[in-house]
């Protein structure tokens, strides 16, 4: 005798799938600088927001299309951040 499903698996089939997360789903206003690739001009972009070891607020971009990385301050002008800023430190090894 075949065995019928019962209504939470029903329920659960009919929900919509749970989105992937702040990587893939936007979350607040885009960060100047970061509206489209600046090498390519593409907007498929991964966004990811966090802080840097300065305490700074920074998102890190990366384009689908080409490849290309980079960091942008939340409150910065849209030109990209520097290597020193990104990883902190004087410069020196």
Not at 44 to 67: K, W, Y
Request: aromatic share 4%; with cysteine.
């Amino acid at each position: 005798m075949a065995r019928r499903r019962g209504d939470a698996a029903r329920a659960r089939d009919a929900r919509p799938p749970e989105p992937l997360g702040s990587v893939s789903q936007p979350s607040g206003p885009v960060v100047p600088g970061t509206e489209a690739c600046a090498h390519c001009g593409s907007t498929e972009l991964t966004r990811i927001r966090m802080t840097l070891s300065s305490g700074r607020p920074a998102v890190f971009v990366s384009c689908a299309a080409c490849e290309r990385t980079g960091w942008f301050a939340l409150d910065g002008d849209g030109e990209p951040l520097g290597r020193d800023e990104v990883v902190g430190g004087d410069g020196s090894a």
